[in-house]
């Protein structure tokens, strides 16, 4: 079946510094790519997303590139905080379609 | 502005027993509704999407039976757990579509089994 791969289940970076987080789908038909942040016993929370009519999509400190051929999209954070602090889940889905979830990424922002 | 209200938030039941849950798209027209599961220390497991004009479709190793949804409109669902086990516990989310892409998704119902 499709699948949604993150790559990093752990990332820790100093306060200032920027991090990344990559995942790969298996699903050619996979057009919307959304991230989402989980707070520790909280529910999901949108940061971002990208459709796959762009390749790059910026918004404050938060990029997505997305690499249609590699079947590969990244999250990019700069000048993190200790706030951005959470798990942050990567999906892909198509129109109308459900999203299939990666296995979310524990980012640690040191100070 | 979209919001998705869950209700309850947390709940306790004994195995064996079952649970109700709700969601409630307010806002805005839901194209779609969907359950998801997010099991302890574990992601988002999608249980059964609901579509417009179109049947409720079911995720392998999540069955009607056990996952009864009711939705007399996109914008009212409600899921019940019959007779919850230790494996049924975790955080249920509810998502609802709105055009082709954006999900909004609800705080959660936590479901914890005794």
């Known amino acids: 079946g499709e699948k949604v791969e993150q790559h990093e289940s752990t990332l820790s970076v100093r306060e200032g510094d920027s991090a990344v987080i990559n995942c790969t789908y298996t699903d050619t038909a996979s057009s919307y790519f959304p991230w989402y942040k989980q707070e520790a016993g909280k529910s999901l929370h949108f940061v971002i997303d990208?459709?796959?009519?762009?390749d790059r999509k910026q918004s404050q400190r938060l990029t997505v590139l997305l690499d249609k051929k590699a079947k590969r999209f990244s999250l990019h954070i700069t000048a993190t905080q200790p706030e951005d602090s959470a798990i942050y889940f990567c999906?892909?889905?198509?129109?109308?379609?459900?999203?299939?979830f990666g296995i979310g990424t524990l980012l640690s922002v040191k100070p | 502005g979209a919001l998705v209200y869950q209700y309850p938030r947390r709940t306790i039941c004994k195995s064996g027993t079952s649970m109700r849950m709700e969601c409630q798209a307010v806002?805005?027209?839901?194209?779609?509704v969907a359950w998801y599961r997010q099991s302890p220390q574990k992601t988002f497991e999608l249980i059964a999407l609901?579509?417009?004009?179109?049947?409720?479709?079911?995720e392998q190793n999540f069955t009607q039976e056990k996952f009864p949804i009711s939705h007399p409109n996109l914008s009212f669902s409600s899921m019940t757990v019959l007779n919850a086990y230790l494996e049924d516990r975790g955080l249920y989310l509810c998502g609802a579509r709105e055009g082709e892409y954006e999900q909004y998704f609800g705080p959660g119902t936590r479901l914890t089994v005794l």
């Open positions: 990208i459709r796959s009519n762009v």
């Open positions: 999906a892909g889905g198509s129109s109308g379609n459900k999203l299939i």
């Open positions: 609901s579509t417009v004009n179109s049947a409720i479709k079911y």
């Open positions: 806002g805005f027209q839901a194209t779609s």
